[in-house]
């Protein structure tokens, strides 16, 4: 495998800053009941739930558009929704992240596509996803609405890099790319030059003469031999994603194969996504097909690492790329460099520290709640001298380097560091985070550092646990 360093991820992801991409398809919205419960319902043997929070996102090809506009490209929607409430949250959600939804039409004859699930956290705050229910449309897209939205494309085709056609249609033709359709997109993008990807959950052997199709091994089944599906087709890129066996891809007569890069898996809903959008993306640059396989299977792992339906942007591209990954271990002066920087970025920062010597499940489950708090958790362990002075000789049970190592090996933590004071005050006077966490422990107690944070516009957070 070719070795990618974090500066040639750079580059190319600074080439593909800025392309026009038009996502043509099925957008649904994925909503999610989070729930909590510690009893059964009195009236049948099921958990009863109560609802906490309601969170919606861009489902399908809106998480296509939500991950083209994550690395930077720009981006306009084409396709049909609902002239409904769900419909209203989509456009809204893809306005907030500077997505023209201009060519999102609304039917009067049609309902916005959900797909909704229920996820239930239990006394031991374990998340677990316990139900899916979906409503979809059950007639087709009439001829008039298909004509319009061609009319309305031809319109951006002039000034579009890249057509990224996303048919997640499963319910028997009801969605927006039928043969006819797709065939009048391919001939407009030809006339056009603009270059042309697409994935269908079942009509992937119908994607003819385009530049790149992306599928998954079910899928893939039905194209046959990859090299001769692309030659017989006019397909200049098959790719394959395998899950936990990676990538493949076919391009002139050449396999390329990488194998999954996820170390870290939450969640995989998003994942096949995240991979389709940055190899698609990156054909628009001078990457190679290795290249571009390697940047977009760890788009793919950043992904499997987060909860939910999800993105992956381009400086954690960069962050994961080749050897320029930092480490979470880091000194002050390196860890003021970066909080600077983040804060720079707007991004909220956390700090909380502790000795974490003898390290639980309640530990965990604070430095989980503590990240939902904002974009980056910073924690500060006492040193091996400073635990001494505080608690006795007899501690700490583990040294500095180990309490580090297994702290910075959670996912939810993105920096450590260490400290000889007694105190933290010193470290929290210098980075002065936007939320210092501690536990609900410590609501009638002096918390140390809270006036100077306080005092620069933040917020002391008590975890409840």
């Known amino acids: ?25 099925d957008f649904y919205l994925d909503e999610y009941f989070h729930c909590s419960t510690n009893e059964f319902s009195p009236e049948a043997p099921v958990p009863r739930v109560v609802v906490n929070k309601i969170e919606h996102v861009p489902g399908c090809a809106g998480n296509v558009a939500n991950g083209f506009a994550s690395v930077g490209a720009n981006v306009t929607c084409a396709g049909v929704i609902g002239n409904d409430e769900k419909g209203n949250i989509m456009r809204n959600l893809l306005l907030q992240k500077g997505i023209n939804t201009a060519g999102l039409i609304p039917d ?14 239990g006394s031991g705050g374990i998340k677990q996803h316990h139900i899916r229910f979906d409503q979809e449309n059950q007639e087709k897209i009439s001829q008039q609405t298909h004509a319009n939205v061609l009319e309305s494309i031809q319109n951006m085709l002039p000034t579009i890099d890249l057509i990224f056609i996303a048919d997640y249609d499963e319910a028997n033709g009801t969605g927006l790319i039928t043969i006819p359709f797709l065939n009048s997109i391919t001939q407009l993008a030809t006339q056009y030059n603009v270059k042309t990807a697409g994935i269908s959950r079942l009509k992937i052997t119908e994607f003819t003469n385009m530049d790149m199709i992306i599928c998954n091994e079910i899928e893939a089944k039905e194209l046959g031999d990859g090299h001769q599906f692309a030659t017989q087709n006019n397909i200049n890129t098959v790719v394959i994603s395998r899950g936990k066996d990676g990538v493949k891809a076919h391009k002139d007569g050449v396999i390329t194969e990488l194998p999954s890069f996820a170390t870290n898996i939450v969640d995989v809903c998003g994942a096949g996504d995240a991979l389709s959008t940055m190899f698609a993306l990156t054909m628009t640059s001078d990457a190679s097909l290795e ?31 080749g050897k320029e990954k930092e480490t979470k271990i880091t000194n002050h002066t390196e860890l003021l460099r970066k909080i600077t920087q983040l804060k720079q970025e707007g991004k909220k ?7 974490f010597d003898n390290l639980n499940a309640t530990h965990i489950r604070f430095l989980q709640k503590a990240k939902e708090l904002g974009d980056h958790l910073i924690v500060a362990i006492n040193s091996d001298s400073s635990m001494r002075t505080n608690k006795g000789h007899q501690f ?38 936007h939320v210092l966490a501690k536990g609900a422990n410590h609501r009638n ?21």
Not at 14 to 24: C, G, H, P, S, Y
Not at 291 to 316: L, M, N, R, W, Y
């Open 108 to 121: 009067m004859t049609r309902k916005t596509g959900v797909f909704s699930r229920i996820v239930v956290e």
């Open 349 to 355: 920062v956390i700090f909380t520290n502790g000795y």
């Open 445 to 465: 107690t002096q918390i140390v550092g809270q006036t100077v944070v306080e005092a620069h516009g933040g917020k002391v957070e008590l975890i409840e646990l």
């Open 291 to 321: 290249e571009q396989a390697i940047t977009a299977s760890h788009s793919a792992a950043i992904v499997c690492s987060k909860p939910g339906t999800s993105t992956a942007s381009a400086d954690e591209i960069i962050a994961i790329s």
């Open 396 to 433: 700490p049970t583990l040294a500095q380097e180990d309490r580090c190592h297994i702290i910075a090996s959670m996912e939810c933590v993105d920096s450590v560091t260490v400290f000889d004071e007694l105190t933290p005050l010193n470290i929290i006077s210098h980075l002065k985070p």
């Open 1 to 25: 495998m070719v070795e990618i360093k974090g500066e040639r991820v750079r580059e190319i992801l600074e080439q593909v800053r800025n392309k026009r991409v038009l996502i043509l398809g």
